[in-house]
């Protein structure tokens, strides 16, 4: 249903992460990071995007990734100390 939503409305951020939160459950992960990937491009200023898309590429061993990833989050939310600490 939600693979089905974000297809039907592949703008909308909202319906890709909670897909990426669907795979994330289910534990897959590379499905997960796509969706995460997408929502973030749809929406690059959301905090908690970033966070879940930093989450599934360190899952994966995808290091530099979630770096990547994790340094967006801190930039968009600086006082979230766990940001930094995922650093």
Known sequence: LLNRAALLEPENPLYWKNLGDAQAAEKKYAEAEAAYGKAC???????????????MQFMQQHYEDAAVSFKRLTELSPDYLAGWDLL
């Not at 749809?42 to 989450?55: A, F, V």
């Open 41 to 55: 491009q749809l929406n690059s200023s959301r905090s908690d995007y970033w966070l879940q898309l930093g989450t």
